[in-house]
């Protein structure tokens, strides 16, 4: 009985060992864990439940400057560009980054990333495995990211983006309206403004006003 305890011991250590020197950096949060990133010195690895690692090699002079994943996408921000991660196709697509594009901040959703630069904004949807970048003006700035279904809000319109369809909707501001609340679920956004309420829905290609 003594050996038997003693061995099962063993067992357990040896496979809590191995466990913790195969966990990658980054663990998946939330949607069912579907993918892990790993950033190295000279690539990034995205694990996923479907099969081994997918590669992605850094460029000459690249640095990771942040990662992470959720259920079935993954996220990195390098000196460069954004890669996004599709569990789905298993593959990493980019979107390169202007010299002077500075990366504020991003939100990672199982199946959607939405981020911004002083100069764009940028969404990525797991299920086609494509980046889509929209512009900013002169003098707009992001003062919000919300999701499930994503929206950025600016100073001066609301972008709403979907995994279901392609692209961003927006809905300006007046100048006399101030955005009051931003509330959602995995079906749709919708946001109180002073004299309004707007909504995006998870499948629709536009934002529905009440008043």
């Known amino acids: 009985m003594r050996r038997s305890h003693s061995h099962s011991w063993i067992l357990v250590t040896a496979m809590i060992a191995v466990q913790f020197l195969l966990t990658p950096l980054s663990q998946s949060q939330g949607g069912g864990g579907q993918v892990t990133v790993t950033p190295t010195a000279d690539k990034v690895i995205a694990w996923s439940?479907?099969?081994?690692?997918?590669?992605?090699?850094?460029q000459p002079g690249?640095?990771?400057i942040t990662s992470g994943a959720r259920g079935h996408t993954g996220f990195v921000q390098t000196s460069n560009r954004l890669l996004g991660f599709s569990s789905g196709l298993r593959q990493w697509r980019e979107m390169s980054l202007g010299v002077e594009a500075r990366i504020g901040r991003h939100q990672l959703l199982p199946f959607l990333i939405l981020a911004h630069s002083n100069q764009q904004v940028y969404g990525?949807?797991?299920?086609?495995?494509?980046w889509t970048a929209l512009s900013l003006g002169p003098n707009e700035k992001v003062v919000q990211l919300r999701g499930h279904v994503a929206v950025a809000i600016t100073n001066e319109r609301a972008l709403g983006f979907s995994t279901y369809t392609g692209g961003f909707f927006n809905i300006a501001w007046t100048p006399e309206e101030?955005?009051?609340s931003v509330d959602g679920s995995q079906n749709g956004m919708v946001v109180r403004t002073s004299s309004r309420t707007v909504i995006f829905k998870s499948q629709s290609t536009g934002w529905t006003e009440v008043r």
Request: proline share 0%.
């Open 49 to 58: 439940a479907a099969g081994g690692g997918i590669e992605e090699s850094l």
């Open 62 to 64: 690249e640095s990771v």
């Open 124 to 130: 990525f949807q797991e299920t086609r495995g494509h």
């Open 178 to 180: 101030r955005v009051l």
